[in-house]
């Protein structure tokens, strides 16, 4: 069995590429592998880790860098020196890494995908060409999916690293978009592995904690909770949520918004807050726990908060009407709690998720008449809805589970590495 480096620029919180990482490495170690981790922030095993703040995205280098190169087709003398003295620096801590752990394959999480830190892209890619190492390359957002990295001066970089095309990697993406479009404009050959849920152990989330989740964000015992599980910024189509509750006109209907602004800034935000307001929306942001699930079962928030798993098993509806998402992860999530959805159909659904047989209130980027009629008819109808979500989890347990995770794993291990 092999020790496999994981290394990307953060291995923590709640962001997709910590999630998922932390899925592939169980898997891997079902099948006795040994996981190791190497970024700039870490919450992982100490003694399993390697924590290397210069290879944060936040870190004050990269974040000098991205200034100087992102939006100009110019780059300094003094940032092109340091993103050629940081890569160094980050190849000898690879170096480092692969010797301490005695790491045999290296599963790059997103690092030589969107160029959020330059030098450790320019690292990893050096670092594979020189010891010819097996590498499985995890793709979740490619920098021409970004049109703030549209116009850089960094061209020359993006071609060598973002990706890099080798033969030591093998590459696995989330979905076919980013299938076509690597081989397209690479030449890469890639395999799809999309995002997963244990749906092989469902939810059980006890009465009393979903009662108490809905005490704690204000709402009576006839109140209908609409969940809005996103982040606050703009491709999340929020605006939409807020018709459809205010066309609703029911005075029982919350829309709750689960997580923050993040990293966007709050225009957004107030935006929607006015919005609301004038549409006689009630609209409720709540700061939630992502706790860990262990066999079906949430861990419940500490410090008196709410878990997000608590807010689906509470929650009568789901709202994601987003315009773009790289797969949908609050997608799956809200057919693991067994929760209807009102989903706008993004590109990725339309093309890689809907021909899967789900059952889902479907807007092509507007909402109509008939898509608030379906809403209302879904929250009344106990029989439609316990149809709905059923269908919504025995599809999703074929198609994205930690079983069929294992055997793409498998796959990928296979290619890199051969039968041994």
């Known amino acids: 069995m092999a020790h496999v480096g994981f290394v990307s620029t953060r291995f923590a919180g709640s962001d997709g590429v910590s999630l998922e990482s932390e899925k592939w490495a169980h898997m891997l170690e079902l099948d006795g592998h040994r996981i190791f981790w190497f970024a700039g922030e870490l919450d992982r095993p100490e003694a399993s880790s390697m924590l290397v703040p210069q290879a944060h995205f936040s870190h004050p280098d990269a974040v000098r860098i991205g200034e100087a190169v992102w939006g100009r087709l110019t780059r300094p003398r003094v940032i092109n020196d340091l993103i050629k003295t940081t890569a160094e620096f980050l190849r000898e801590r690879l170096y480092e890494f692969v010797r301490k752990f005695s790491v045999d394959i290296l599963v790059v999480e997103n690092a030589v995908t969107i160029p959020m830190q330059i030098p450790l892209g320019l690292a990893i890619t050096d670092?594979?060409?020189?010891?010819?190492?097996?590498?499985?390359?995890?793709?979740?957002?490619?920098?021409?999916?970004?049109?703030?990295?549209?116009?850089n001066a960094v061209r020359d970089y993006l071609e060598m690293a973002f990706p890099p095309v080798?033969?030591?990697?093998?590459?696995?993406?989330?979905?076919?978009?980013?299938?076509?479009?690597?081989a397209w404009r690479k030449g890469a050959a890639s395999l799809i592995v999309p995002n997963v849920i244990d749906f092989e152990h469902p939810p059980v989330v006890p009465a009393e904690r979903t009662q108490r989740a809905r005490e704690v964000i204000g709402l009576g015992q006839d109140d209908i909770l609409i969940l809005q599980p996103t982040r606050v910024v703009p491709r999340k189509g929020i605006e939409h949520a807020i018709t459809v509750v205010a066309r609703l006109a029911d005075p029982r209907c919350r829309l709750v918004i689960s997580h923050e602004s993040g990293d966007e800034g709050e225009t957004y935000l107030h935006a929607l807050m006015d919005m609301a307001r004038d549409s006689g929306v009630d609209l409720r942001l709540v700061t939630t726990e992502l706790t860990a699930v262990i066999n079906g079962e949430p861990q419940p928030a500490t410090n008196g908060n709410v878990s997000l798993w608590e807010l689906y098993a509470s929650a009568d509806l789901v709202t994601y009407p987003s315009l773009y998402e790289g797969f949908g992860n609050a997608l799956l999530e809200a057919f693991y709690y067994r929760v209807p959805v009102l989903i706008n159909r993004y590109s990725i659904f339309?093309?890689?998720?809907?021909?899967?047989?789900?059952?889902?209130?479907?807007?092509?980027?507007?909402?109509?008449?008939?898509?608030?009629?379906?809403?209302?008819?879904?929250?009344?109808?106990?029989?439609?809805?316990?149809?709905?979500?059923?269908?919504?989890?025995?599809?999703?347990?074929?198609?994205?589970?930690y079983a069929m995770l294992r055997r793409r794993l498998q796959t990928l291990m296979i290619n890199v590495m051969g039968m041994d």
């Open 350 to 401: 339309v093309q890689d998720i809907e021909p899967r047989g789900f059952k889902t209130i479907a807007m092509d980027g507007f909402v109509t008449s008939e898509v608030v009629e379906q809403v209302r008819r879904v929250l009344a109808d106990d029989v439609l809805r316990r149809e709905m979500v059923e269908t919504n989890y025995r599809q999703a347990t074929r198609y994205y589970s």
């Open 127 to 151: 670092f594979i060409g020189e010891t010819g190492i097996p590498t499985i390359a995890h793709h979740h957002d490619f920098y021409w999916e970004r049109t703030r990295f549209l116009i």
């Open 166 to 182: 080798l033969p030591q990697i093998q590459h696995a993406v989330i979905n076919s978009a980013a299938r076509d479009q690597l």
